[in-house]
C-alpha cells in the first residue's frame, strides 16, 4: 500500500484489517468535527472525489498477529494485510461508525445492489465458515477499552466478557458519533442513502503510506499528529513512555512488554476517571499539570532552601517548570539521551523503575484527582465532600496541588477538613486582590508552605495556621472598606470580580436555609457556565445597563454616568437567577421584573434571591444600598471578618458618592 495515487474508501478497505494501537490516544473527535465532516459530504458533488488527508499505516510484524486469536484465520487463510494505524485514525473511525449507521438504517436492503451483508463483511466484520469467529475489518488493540465499547455498543454484537462495558472520554465520543449520524440519517430517503453510501465507498479519497520498518513507528507518530485536533500532552506522554520502555536493556526479553502493559493499563485508569462523570468532564493536561507539580517536588526537584531568598528563587524556577509541563516531560524528563547517565544532567536517568513508578503514581492519583473533583461520588466524610464541592465552585473541579496533596498524603478526615476549610477563606477572600500580589507566597496555584508539606518538611497544622494567619495579617494592615473600595475603583468591581458566581450561589443557598426548604432552584453548573457577554446571562443587573425605561430614568436620572455604573454595578444591584435569559428581558421596569400573579415569569417565581427581591415595593438607590448592605454582612458572618459598620460597608459597596449626600449614615 505504499504508494502516492489517491486511494478511495473501497480500496483501501479491500483485503486489510486496521488495528488503533496502544500507543494511540483513542477517538476525540466532538460535535464540531462531526458537523464539519457532514458538510464535507452534503457539499461532495457526483462525479468529485474529495481529499480526506493522509493515511499513514504500520505493517503488523507476525510476531503480534499470530497472537490475535480472533482474527488469525482471515490473515493466514484470506490473506488480509493487519495493519496498525499510525495516522488518519480518527477519518477512519468516522468513515466507520458512519457506514455502521448506513447499514442500521438500510436494514437488509441493498446498497447500490450490493447486498447488505457483502457491505458488512467487507467494512465492519467477516465470520469464519461454520464458528462464531469474528474478524473485525476495523478496531483497537484488544487491552484498550475502547475495543469492547466498539464492538458491542457501536456495531451491537455480543460481548464475550461478563464484565460491563469501562466508559472513557474515547468511548462516549464513539457513542456521540454514533449518536449523531443515526440523527442525521433517520428521515433519509433510501436513493439519498445510496447516494452517501457512494460518496463514503467511492468518492472519499486519501494519500495512503505505508511506514518503512526502519522508521521508529513512536517517533514517527509524534511528528505525525499535529494535524487534526491536535494531541494532548497527556496522550502524547503515553506514547513516550511506551517508546522508553521498549528501548530498555532488557526489553527483549519480556520486560518492555511487562512495562507497555502496566503504562497501558495506567492510562486506561486515568481516562476512565477524566471522563466517569459525564456531566462534568476532567480535562487532561488539567489533570497532568497537577499531579505534575506533586510528582515533580516529590521526585524530581532539588532540596528546598531555607533561606527565604533562595525559596523565593526555588518557586520561580519550579513555576517557570510548571508553566511549561509538556515541554519539560517531554523535552526534559522523559527523554531517549537520559536512558543513560549524563554527569551534566542534573536529572537522574530513566530505568525501568522509574517508568513503572510514574505510571503507578499517575494512576493511583488520577482515583483521587476524580474523587476531590467529583466529591458527591467519593467515601470522604459529608463535611469534607461540602468544603470540596465548594472550591469546586470557587476554584473550577479540577483539584490545585494542594488538594491531591492533602488527599495523597493525609489520612486523618477532621484534619483534612479543617485545612479544606481555611484554604476555602483563603481562596474567596484573596479573590478580591487586597494586596496578596506581594510576594510569591501568594501564588493561587502553589506557594511555598505547600511545598514543605508535599517534602514533609511541615504537618498539615502548619498550613491551617498559615493560611489563618496570611489572611488575618493582610485584614490587620489595611481597612477592609477602604481595601474593596479601591478594588472597585482600580478594577472591574463586583461585577467583574471572578469570584462573583460563587459569592452570588453562596448566598442563594444561605436564603434556601432560612426557607427551611430543601428544593434548589439554582443548578451550579448553567448558573456558572454562562458568559456576561453573551445574549444569555445568569446574572441580572435589577436597575438594568439599557435603562431606557420612564421607571429608570426618573429614579436615577439625577446622578452622573459614574455614579450610575457604580450602582449598576454594586453588589446589591446583582442578582442570580434561576434560568438564564435574554440579557433584553432585563431592561424592563422593576415592577414588570417582578411579574404578575397571572403568569409564571418574574422574580416572584425564580430563585431564592429573586423571590428576596420581588418583596421590596420599589427600586431605587436605597434599595440597592438597603440590599448590598445585607449581602456585605453575609459575607462577614461566612468568612469570618469584619468590614464595619454600614458607613464602612456603604464604602466597600462603592458607593462613597452617597455618604456625602447625607442619605446614608451609619446606624
Sequence with gaps: MMKTELFTVSKIFHESLFRIPDYQRGYSWEERHLKDFWADLEQLVEGKNH?????????????????????????????????????????????????????????????????????????????????????????????????????????????????????????????????????????????SLEVLYTKISQQLVFNVYEIAKEIDVFVAFETMNNRGKPLSTLELLKNRLIYLAMQMPDAGNGDGT?????????????????????????????????????????????????????????????????DNTSSFLLGRLFTRKRLSESPNDP?????????????????????????????????????????????????????????????????????????????????????????????????????IEVVKFMKGKVKIDHLVTFYTNTIDQILKEESVADSINNWIKNGPGYYGWRSINYFLFEYELSLKEKSKSSRSKIDWDAFCAENFQSDYSSIEHIYPQKARSPYWTERFGSFTPTQKRLLRNSLGNLLALSAPKNSSLGNKSFHEKIGRESDTVGYRYGSYSENEVAAYADWGAPEIVERGIKMLSFMESKWGFVIGDNEQKIKALGLSFLLRSNKFSSQ
Aim: charged share 30%; proline share 3%.
Design 51 to 191: 481529499y480526506t488527508g493522509v493515511l499513514t499505516l504500520e505493517a503488523v510484524p507476525a510476531t503480534i498477529w499470530e497472537n490475535w486469536v480472533d482474527d488469525r484465520w482471515i490473515i493466514e487463510s484470506r490473506r488480509y494485510a493487519p495493519y496498525y494505524v499510525v495516522d488518519g485514525q480518527q477519518r477512519l473511525t468516522t468513515i466507520t461508525i458512519l457506514l455502521q449507521c448506513i447499514l442500521e438504517i438500510s436494514g437488509d436492503d441493498d446498497l447500490n445492489f450490493t447486498p447488505a451483508d457483502s457491505v458488512e463483511k467487507k467494512y465492519i466484520f467477516d465470520h469464519r465458515a461454520k464458528s462464531h469467529s469474528r474478524a473485525y475489518i476495523f478496531g483497537y488493540e484488544k487491552d484498550n477499552p475502547s475495543y469492547e465499547y466498539l464492538k458491542t455498543k457501536i456495531f451491537g454484537e455480543p460481548s464475550d466478557h461478563h464484565s460491563t462495558n469501562e466508559e472513557t472520554i474515547y468511548t462516549r465520543n464513539l457513542l456521540n458519533a454514533k449518536d449523531f449520524f443515526i440523527k442525521k440519517l433517520k428521515d433519509i430517503k433510501k436513493s
Design 258 to 322: 511487562r512495562l507497555r502493559r502496566v503504562i497501558n493499563d495506567a492510562w486506561k485508569t486515568v481516562y476512565h476517571n477524566l471522563g466517569k462523570n459525564e456531566r462534568r468532564q476532567l480535562a487532561d493536561d488539567d489533570f497532568l499539570r497537577t499531579h505534575f507539580s506533586l510528582y515533580y517536588h516529590l521526585y524530581v526537584s532539588p532540596e528546598l532552601p531555607v533561606d527565604e531568598d533562595e525559596s523565593q528563587r526555588y518557586m520561580s524556577k519550579y513555576m517557570t517548570v510548571i
Design 347 to 447: 536529572l537522574p536517568n530513566i530505568t525501568s523503575e522509574t517508568l513503572h513508578d510514574y505510571a503507578a503514581h499517575l494512576k493511583s492519583s488520577v482515583e483521587i484527582y476524580f474523587k476531590i473533583s467529583t466529591p458527591d461520588r467519593s467515601d470522604y466524610s459529608e463535611n469534607e465532600k461540602i468544603m470540596l464541592e465548594r472550591l469546586g465552585r470557587l476554584r473550577g473541579y479540577g483539584a490545585s496541588p494542594l488538594l491531591l496533596t492533602l488527599y495523597v498524603l493525609e489520612k486523618n478526615s477532621a484534619k483534612r477538613h479543617t485545612l479544606l476549610h481555611a484554604f476555602e477563606r483563603w481562596n474567596f477572600l484573596t479573590s478580591m486582590k487586597w494586596g496578596v500580589q506581594r510576594t510569591l507566597y501568594f501564588n493561587r496555584y502553589i506557594n
